[in-house]
């Protein structure tokens, strides 16, 4: 596993290393809206998949049971990835693991082409419209054309803060201003998550696919 890293890695391996992962403020025993969503694509089991700023997600979990085989696991902190792949166990050797920052990207942009893009909770986190624009240029280097991206972000009615840190809200309508005519929205639905303090947290969930080369 490279580790290819700027700041703010130092936040986020805190924020793993304080607390157990039932404790995290995003951690999701359920994935049900980002496995609906996936599954309903109809992609070949071995399409790659690139899941960014995965943390200690359950949903590689849930993939890796239902049979897909080219998972791509990518966070800033290394400590998140250390806890998925402790507890994926000997499952883990199934996934390929990068340690990369979104927004200064290392070796994310070589990589070969992916078909689906999938982010829960990582970009309100960019509140620099540089840094926004650098994640949709990311996204322009590594989705395959026709290929797909699924961005879930706190929503307008979400919270302000999250981890500590401000985050940038959206509706359907920003997102599908921010990603850009190179995409085309495909469904957007708002769904309100709660968190492992049984408290409300708007999110709206996106599809896009990629219409141009």
């Given at each position: ?158 919270a302000h803060l999250c981890s500590g840190l401000p985050v940038h809200r959206y ?43």
């Amino acid at each position: 596993m490279k580790e290819e890293i700027t700041a703010p890695k130092e936040h986020w391996n805190r924020a793993y290393l304080g607390r157990k992962t039932e404790e995290l403020g995003w951690y999701e025993e359920d994935p049900q809206p980002s496995l609906d969503l996936i599954e309903g694509l109809g992609l070949a089991k071995d399409a790659r998949q690139l899941h960014v700023g995965v943390g200690a997600s359950t949903l590689i979990d849930h993939l890796l049971e239902k049979g897909y085989t080219s998972l791509i696991a990518t966070d800033i902190s290394a400590e998140a990835l250390k806890r998925l792949q402790s507890r994926l166990g000997s499952q883990q050797d199934k996934v390929e693991w990068v340690i990369d920052d979104l927004v200064h990207a290392r070796t994310l942009p070589h990589m070969e082409p992916v078909q689906l893009w999938h982010d829960r909770a990582v970009l309100h986190f960019f509140v620099e419209e540089s840094d926004r624009a650098s994640y949709v240029q990311l996204m322009k280097k590594v989705i395959a054309p026709g290929g797909f991206a699924i961005i879930a972000t706190f929503s307008m009615e979400g919270a302000h803060l999250c981890s500590g840190l401000p985050v940038h809200r959206y509706d359907a309508p920003a997102l599908e201003e921010l990603i850009g005519d190179e995409f085309r929205m495909v469904k957007s639905f708002d769904y309100t998550f709660k968190n492992p303090r049984d408290e409300d947290r708007p999110y709206v969930y996106t599809l896009f696919q990629r219409v141009n080369n």
